[in-house]
């Protein structure tokens, strides 16, 4: 296939000049990274840029992530940084962390959604800082999915809903993560948690004092103001109607999905609770597990058409703090805790 580019054992970084002009000249590029796929453009080029609004049917309030490779492109990018961000810097990047700034003007407004503040991100997979470098510009890149569905964690998953949208494909095989970065924001120096992710609030509890916003497991209600434009929408959603339940107790957890069970019904868990069923995807049994299967397992779901997902919570600590943030929206609040 023409515009396509198979990275998944092997590449050389002169692989990715093709792809790097696409961005250059305004087009767009699928391409892997540590945490999922990104539709990818110049975040200088505003006409770009709208074209992943486009792809994607995205709301044009909800602001997209910069992507850098390199320390230099930030200060072009941000106003100030001040010292707890440049300990998040320091700690964490490259990798899973995504870090809100004041914006320079140079940042055209469609970045931000018309926003003072933008998104910065420096990811580790090399894929992606290859081709950031190559394109020399910062790229522009939501996650690779028609908005509200799961994200893309591997070509095969979005390739038929996004083939003929984007201008070129890179394939980085299965992404390492599975969930999109930790969205922080400092802020009268507290680093607020606006959408968690790999990077865990003990990871950042070590450079300042953290709070998960109240966003990150509830629901939003209309009137109510938002730090990040992201919670406001529908997220991650399987067509199939999703129940998500947890206990810390397996056997009342089991009890709970025997009531829903039946040959219409899906279970989507831990190998362990999933394995007692016959309509099953297994998510294996670490939080790391999960949180690498969790997107491509919700994909999957749509494809048997049953009437009813149900999915086994986990504590929301650590990475399941993210995995919770994205089951409680997959389930759109259909959330049962015992
Ligand atoms: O891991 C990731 O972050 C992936 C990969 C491709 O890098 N990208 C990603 O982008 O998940 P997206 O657009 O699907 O999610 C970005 C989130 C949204 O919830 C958005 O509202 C929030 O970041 N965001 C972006 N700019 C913001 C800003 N200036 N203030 C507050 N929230 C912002
Ligand atoms: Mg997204």
């Known amino acids: 296939m023409k515009n396509y ?3 998944i054992n092997d590449y050389k970084k002169e692989d990715l000049k093709e792809a790097a002009s696409i961005i250059k000249n305004g087009g767009l590029v699928l391409f892997p990274t540590e945490t999922v796929y990104g539709i990818g453009a110049d975040g200088l080029n505003e006409k770009a840029v709208k074209n992943i609004f486009l792809a994607k049917a995205r709301a044009q309030d909800n602001p997209l992530i910069l992507h850098v490779s390199d320390i230099e492109m930030i200060k072009k990018l941000v106003k100030n ?15 899973p962390l995504t870090i809100i700034f004041e914006k320079k003007n140079i940042v055209p407004n469609i970045i931000t959604g018309g926003l003072n ?33 799961p994200s893309g964690t591997n070509i095969d998953d979005i390739f038929d809903e996004l083939n003929g949208k984007v201008d070129y494909i890179i394939n980085g095989g299965n992404t390492k993560i599975g969930v999109e970065s930790t969205v922080v924001r ?13 990077i865990t609030y003990d990871d950042l509890k070590r450079i300042a004092n953290v709070i998960v916003d109240e966003h990150v497991l509830n629901d939003v209600k209309e009137s109510q103001k938002v730090l990040s434009p992201g919670m406001k929408y529908k997220h991650y959603a399987p067509n199939t109607k999703c129940i998500l339940i947890y206990s810390d107790d397996k056997n009342k957890l089991i009890d709970k999905i025997n009531e829903y069970y039946n040959d219409n019904t899906l279970v989507i868990a831990t190998n362990k609770i999933a394995n007692m069923y016959k309509n099953k995807i297994c998510l294996g049994n ?13 994909r999957q779901a749509d494809k048997e058409n049953k009437e009813l997902i149900i999915i086994e919570g986990v504590k929301p600590t650590g990475l399941g703090l993210a995995i919770m943030n994205r089951l409680i929206r997959a389930c759109s609040h259909n959330y049962i805790e015992i």
């Open 5 to 7: 580019l198979d990275c």
């Open 81 to 95: 940084i001040n010292s707890i961000e440049n300990k998040l810097i320091k700690e964490f990047f490259p990798g």
């Open 117 to 149: 503040t933008v998104a910065i991100r420096m990811p580790s997979n090399k894929i992606a800082h290859d081709l950031i470098e190559l394109s020399s510009t910062p790229i522009a890149a939501p996650s690779a999915n028609i908005s509200g569905k």
């Open 186 to 198: 400092v802020i009268d120096n507290n680093i607020h948690i606006l959408r968690p992710g790999k």
């Open 286 to 298: 670490t939080l790391e597990d999960i949180s690498h299967n969790i997107f491509k397992a919700l």
